[in-house]
């Protein structure tokens, strides 16, 4: 009714009718209610203790900073503890009335899927609820359009999600170097990194970019571009390999230090055991020109994204090994400038041949992959054919064997 009055006489906010309008938003248990109340007093005095310790950063004074970063601290542990406790009192109230909206109900879904990680996961229950609580704060700050306040929280925003999203990839990486948990496969941990990984350039980067006044993040606006041709409409198993592809080379220039060089090594050799299998499986359908140059593209970022920027190798014939295939990758660029189907051949040649070389090395069973690279080699003439006269099998079948590159 107050509410109705207000908009029928066009009451002007006069004292009183401020503190009308908060005991109302008391005395109301919902998303404006008294825990809403505390969560923005919390807030305020977040951003407070956030800048003033930001200061205290650029007076050299180590005292003046460690007595910041305290308050700091403090006040970022009261303002989680408010949003904590409206989720609780005040949502979880709503979802058992049956009042709450949908938004509201997957709301706190969401929030007790992350709390069921505590017992078995702690560290990424840590990380993932403080991420959800600040998202859950953001996402109402842009609902009620409080601009103002949005454009002061933004500076903490990002910079604490930042450390966030990069404690998380890092508790993933250590598992995935873990050989003794058994709880997770390897497989579901490279999914976890990908999905992370698109989470944040989803969710954080637009905001860092778009607070990128120097212009340092250009390399990374160009590489956000690309990512986005692949979030408009379904896409295939091919587009998700591609997709997944910007997502580690962008990775590398974010999470350099959260996402170490093994892991992400281990996530392009994922990706390759990945396109080599769709290569495989679609030899004999339209698809297969396209899988084939995925392959060849995964090969090349692989090698000039990740293996170019190695420093320490376990084995120093590996090492030479790669030098010696940068050094003939590099001299193809001068062809690429006057011939491009010339370039384009013998970069394919190139990279078909050290991959088989990997997979000629390899324990695991690669002979399908390793069949249609040694046929496509003897289609370029770069092997020749003998008859195996040895093999009972030869004999039988009059198949010839294709001589070995390894």
């Avoid at 698809?287 to 994204?305: F, H, Q, T």
Wanted: charged letters at 30%; a positive charge; one cysteine or more.
């Amino acid at each position: 009714m107050q509410e109705k009055s207000l908009k029928l006489y066009n009451t002007e906010k006069t004292f009183f009718v401020k503190v009308s309008s908060a005991l109302s938003k008391l005395l109301t248990p919902t998303k404006i209610g008294f825990n809403s109340i505390m969560i923005s007093i919390k807030r305020n005095n977040l951003i407070k203790s956030y800048y003033n310790y930001k200061a205290a950063c650029n007076l050299s004074d180590s005292i003046k900073e460690e007595s910041a970063n305290n308050k700091y601290e403090d006040a970022y542990t009261l303002y989680l503890e408010s949003i904590d406790k409206y989720i609780m009192e005040s949502l979880y109230k709503r979802v058992k009335q049956n009042l709450a909206s949908q938004y509201e109900k997957n709301a706190l879904s969401k929030y007790y899927t992350i709390v069921s990680l505590k017992e078995d996961y702690y560290l990424e229950y840590k990380y993932k609820k403080q991420r959800y609580l600040l998202e859950l704060d953001y996402d109402g700050l842009l609902d009620q359009s409080k601009q103002g306040v949005i454009s002061k929280f933004k500076g903490f925003y990002v910079e604490k999600m930042d450390s966030l999203y990069k404690a998380i990839i890092k508790n993933y990486s250590l598992q995935l170097a873990d050989s003794i948990t058994k709880k997770i496969s390897k497989d579901d941990i490279y999914e976890k990194i990908f999905t992370i990984i698109e989470e944040y350039i989803d969710s954080i980067l637009p905001i860092k970019l778009e607070q990128d006044e120097n212009n340092q993040y250009k390399e990374l606006a160009k590489a956000y571009e690309n990512y986005q041709n692949y979030e408009v409409g379904k896409i295939n198993n091919i587009e998700i390999v591609e997709k997944k592809l910007e997502l580690l080379g962008i990775s590398r220039l974010i999470f350099t230090h959260s996402l170490p060089l093994v892991t992400a090594n281990k996530c392009y050799v994922q990706l390759l055991k990945d396109v080599r299998k769709m290569v495989v499986e679609n030899k004999s359908t339209n698809k297969y020109n396209r899988v084939y140059d995925l392959l060849l593209k995964v090969i090349e970022e692989y090698n000039l994204k990740l293996l170019s920027t190695k420093v320490y190798w376990d084995k120093k014939e590996e090492r030479e090994q790669y030098k010696n295939f940068w050094d003939e990758y590099k001299s193809l660029q001068s062809i690429k400038e006057t011939n491009n189907e010339e370039y384009k051949l013998k970069r394919e040649i190139l990279f078909i041949k050290n991959d088989l070389k990997a997979l000629c090395a390899s324990k695991s069973d690669y002979e399908d992959i390793i069949n249609i690279y040694k046929n496509r080699l003897f289609e370029l003439g770069e092997i020749r054919s003998i008859r195996n006269k040895c093999a009972t099998r030869a004999k039988l079948t009059g198949k010839i064997c294709k001589s070995k590159v390894c």
